[in-house]
C-alpha cells in the first residue's frame, strides 16, 4: 500500500508554454501533499504544501502565480508550471502523507523530469 | 524554519567497511527523523526512520542514532555492498504539521570493490 504516481515523467517543453505534472496517491487518501523540486546533484527543497479543497501554502522564494497547485481530492494534486523558462528545467516529486494511519512518513511520487528549451 | 545540516558531502569506502552519515537540526521540536536513499533519476526511498522517543534503531545493517540533546542524527551502514552507492538524505519534520520535511544537503555513498 501507500503508492503514489506522478505523471508524466518526462517532459520537454518549448519556452514559455505551460506544463501540468499530477500526482496521485493511487490506494490511500491523502491529507496533504506536497510538492519538492531538485536541481542536479542537489538536495530535495519545498515548494509547497497543498491541502484538498484550500489553496496551497508556498515556501518562501517560490511564485505562487507560476507554480500552480490544485488540489481538488483527496487522491490527486497537481501542479502547473507557467510560462515555463530554461531555469524551471529540474526534477519536480510529489509526496504524500495518509488521512488514516498517519505516522509522518510520506510517500514519493516518481518523479518528473522537466526540460525547457 | 527547520534547517538540516549534512556530512559528508561525498563518502566513498571499501566494500564490507561501515559507513556512516552525520546530520543536525536546528528545531527542537523537530520529532520523527527519516534516511531516505536515492539513485540516479529515482524518487526517494525510506530507508529507516526514528522518533524522538527513541535512542537508536537498527535493521539489518542499517542503524539510526538520535540524540535529541545536541540535535544531532546518525546513520550507520555496516558491510557495505555495491549497491548500497547512493545518494542518502536525512530529513527532519514534526509530525502533526503535516508532516513537512526539511531534507539534509545529501551524502554520496560510493562503496568500491
Known amino acids: 500500500g501507500a503508492v503514489v504516481s506522478q505523471h508524466p515523467s518526462r517532459v520537454i517543453c518549448k519556452s514559455g508554454t505551460s506544463v501540468k505534472i499530477e500526482c496521485r496517491s493511487l490506494?490511500?487518501?491523502?491529507?496533504?501533499m506536497f510538492w519538492y523540486r531538485q536541481f542536479p546533484k542537489q538536495s530535495l527543497m519545498l515548494m509547497a504544501t497543498s491541502n484538498e479543497g484550500s489553496k496551497a501554502t508556498y515556501e518562501q522564494g517560490v511564485e505562487k502565480d507560476k507554480f500552480l497547485i490544485n488540489h481538488a481530492s483527496l487522491t490527486l494534486s497537481t501542479l502547473t508550471v507557467t510560462s515555463a523558462h530554461p531555469e524551471d528545467s529540474s526534477f519536480y516529486i510529489c509526496?504524500?502523507?495518509?488521512?488514516?494511519?498517519?505516522?509522518?512518513?510520506?510517500?514519493f511520487g516518481e518523479g518528473s523530469r522537466l526540460t525547457v528549451l | 524554519g527547520e534547517n538540516v545540516e549534512q556530512h559528508p558531502s561525498t563518502l566513498s569506502v571499501q566494500e564490507g567497511d561501515s559507513a556512516v552519515i552525520k546530520c543536525t537540526y536546528s528545531d527542537s521540536a523537530s520529532n520523527y527523523f527519516p534516511w531516505y536513499k536515492q539513485e540516479l533519476g529515482k524518487r526517494p526511498q525510506l530507508i529507516i526512520d526514528i522518533r524522538s522517543n527513541v535512542g537508536e534503531k537498527k535493521d539489518q545493517r542499517i542503524a539510526v542514532t538520535l540524540n535529541k540533546t545536541a540535535k544531532h542524527f546518525s546513520l550507520h551502514i555496516t558491510e557495505t555492498q555495491p549497491e548500497d552507492s547512493a545518494v542518502y538524505f536525512c530529513a527532519a519534520s514534526i509530525t502533526g504539521t503535516a508532516s513537512k520535511l526539511t531534507f539534509g544537503t545529501g551524502t554520496r555513498l560510493q562503496v568500491t570493490l
Open positions: 490506494d490511500f487518501q491523502a491529507t496533504t
Open positions: 509526496s504524500a502523507s495518509r488521512l488514516a494511519g498517519y505516522t509522518g512518513e510520506l510517500f
